[in-house]
């Protein structure tokens, strides 16, 4: 079964790809990924914050006072909360290069303008062979509106394009007002990929000290609905190469984002649940199905079910919304 696709314009020989995660924080996690068939790894993210400590001091500064008003300082990291500092990232991705034969993306994340985005370059200097910018942003100033965001976010994207010439995936969160016009604008400024969607990690407030709760929940296949809708909203509108991350557990996932327009699709709490040795069996599924559905290849489902392929899309979304409400009995 031909399952391949290209995402990035790398030419895979599937489209099930490790995101970004500690799954790659290991050369022998990452060796085991290869052996067992993943077609590109992407490196867990780097932080804006991180990369412009020096010139912000913004660690050091929080850390000095991080017991005069806990409550608040509970919301933020701590240098120790990092896994690669800016150098040891670049000599990690230069160990991970010299070790598999598979494309190595490196990832950032920033919603900031500014001198850090310079690394992009040192990046793809160390060897990257594409970049997936992480623009995770939480808007918390009223003054701010949702086109000051974009523009800010958009102002990031068009930074480290200037600094890279390798290719660049953009991935986001599923919080826009226009998602297929912001997805516009992110190619205008010379994105080559978009990743739907960065998971909104949601804190959980311990009442008694009055301090957050950082909580991470991976992910079922339950969350792969948005992005299956968004995805089929966007694909057919953009030139962008599309991806899905986040939801995809088993086979019949990871073809359902293919024929809503996805080219990649990441996985993440799947192989972290189950170990690397999964992504080979997602892969079987797909193969399976696929056969059992009299198809040869991937490519033949891809897309098939875009928004594009109805002729009023609009009143296909209200119908299916008031069809959902009006049915539902209790």
Not at 113 to 126: F, I, N, S
Request: charged share 25%; with cysteine.
């Amino acid at each position: 079964m031909d399952l391949s696709t290209t995402y990035l314009g790398l030419k895979l020989p599937h489209p099930l790809i490790p995101g970004a995660s500690p799954l790659a924080d290991e050369l022998d996690d990452v060796k085991r990924l290869e052996d067992v068939g993943a077609p590109m790894i992407i490196l867990r993210s780097l932080f804006e914050e991180q990369l412009a400590h020096e010139q912000m001091s913004a660690h050091s500064g929080i850390d000095a006072h991080e017991n005069a008003f806990a409550e608040a300082l509970s919301y933020f990291p701590s240098s120790d909360d990092f896994r690669f500092g800016p150098e040891s990232y670049i000599e990690h991705l230069a160990r991970v290069k010299r070790a598999v034969d598979i494309p190595v993306v490196a990832s950032i994340n920033g919603t900031t303008p500014g001198g850090w985005v310079e690394y992009a370059g040192l990046l793809a200097r160390a060897g990257a062979d594409a970049l997936e910018l992480n623009l995770f942003l939480v808007p918390t100033d009223p003054e701010e509106s949702a086109l000051d965001i974009e523009n800010r976010l958009l102002d990031v994207v068009r930074a480290v394009r200037a600094h890279v010439t390798i290719p660049l995936a953009v991935k986001v969160s599923p919080f826009y007002t226009s998602l297929p016009h912001f997805a516009r604008r992110i190619e205008s400024e010379g994105a080559d990929a978009l990743v739907l969607f960065n998971r909104f990690y949601e804190p959980d407030i311990d009442i008694r000290n009055q301090q957050v709760v950082r909580t991470l929940t991976l992910s079922s296949s339950t969350e792969l609905l948005p992005r299956l809708h968004a995805l089929a909203i966007v694909s057919g509108r953009t030139r962008l190469s599309l991806c899905v991350t986040g939801g995809v557990h088993t086979g019949l996932d990871a073809l359902k984002a293919v024929m809503c327009g996805a080219d990649g699709v990441q996985m993440v709490s799947a192989l972290l649940k189950e170990g690397p040795k999964h992504l080979a069996i997602v892969r079987e599924q797909m193969a399976n199905v696929l056969e059992a559905n009299e198809y040869e290849s991937l490519e033949q489902i891809k897309g098939s079910m875009s928004l594009t392929r109805c002729p009023d899309p609009k009143a296909y979304e209200r119908v299916n919304y008031m069809r959902i409400l009006q049915n539902w009995r209790w």
